[in-house]
């Protein structure tokens, strides 16, 4: 049972070129979140899935474009990267709950730098 | 929007005293909600958490306490350790499938 996978772990892109960063669980879990961190601005959501199929907006979408053609894996792709994209991506995963949700489950980080 | 406030930004203390970080939320219908610490270039994990229907939530030296009236939940450290030092994030969690964090608080522990 490795949890959240994230691959790659570290990337330099120039501006401009694309990539896409994946992330893999296998807890069977129905929520899954891309998240960036900068310093001093905590975790700020990306675009998160609520199951296969689905996915949705969060605080800081623009730039980035997400895929969940399956369960377990949660893709997120950068089409032409920007300096201001520079920072570390988690990636983490939830349970669905009824009335309450469970903790979330992070990936190690990709750190990307975009020159 | 919805959104999380916490503080302090930063907490020095010595060994073998408390610490508290408080955090207040914006989202009424927010029914849960974790604490996190991350060590220097590691993930955030979880360390404690508590649901809304719950005013006090202890595990060892850690302790959670949510006012929903007042939209405001805590974390207490008691007798901090040298390892304790990290950033520590609070968070919420609505119907909305969203978990909103705090800033985060660098928490030193001067031995």
């Known amino acids: 049972n490795a949890g959240v996978t994230q691959t790659p772990k570290f990337r330099v892109l120039k501006t401009g070129q694309s990539m896409t960063l994946l992330c893999a669980q296998d807890m069977n879990h129905e929520y899954m979140y891309w998240y960036r961190q900068d310093p001093g601005m905590g975790l700020r959501l990306i675009h998160y899935s609520v199951g296969e199929g689905t996915t949705a907006k969060g605080e800081v979408p623009d730039g980035y474009n997400v895929s969940r053609l399956k369960k377990q894996n949660f893709l997120l792709g950068l089409e032409s990267a920007a300096p201001s994209q520079t920072s570390v991506y988690f990636c983490?995963?939830?349970?669905?709950?009824?009335?309450?949700?469970?903790?979330?489950?992070f990936g190690n980080g990709t750190r990307l730098t975009v020159t | 929007g919805e959104n999380v406030e916490q503080h302090p930004s930063t907490l020095s203390v010595q060994e073998g005293d408390s610490a508290v970080i408080k955090c207040t939320y914006s989202d009424s219908a927010s029914n849960y909600f974790p604490w996190y610490k991350q060590e220097l270039g590691k993930r955030p994990q979880l360390i404690i958490d508590?649901?809304?229907?719950?005013g006090e939530k202890k595990d060892q030296r850690i302790a959670v306490t949510l006012n929903k009236t007042a939209k405001h939940f805590s974390l207490h450290i008691t007798e901090t350790q040298p390892e304790d030092s990290a950033v520590y994030f609070c968070a919420s969690f609505s119907g909305t499938y969203k978990y909103i964090f705090g800033t985060g608080t660098r928490l030193k522990v001067l031995a």
């Open positions: 508590i649901r809304s229907n719950v």
């Open positions: 983490a995963s939830s349970s669905a709950g009824s009335s309450y949700n469970s903790p979330l489950h």
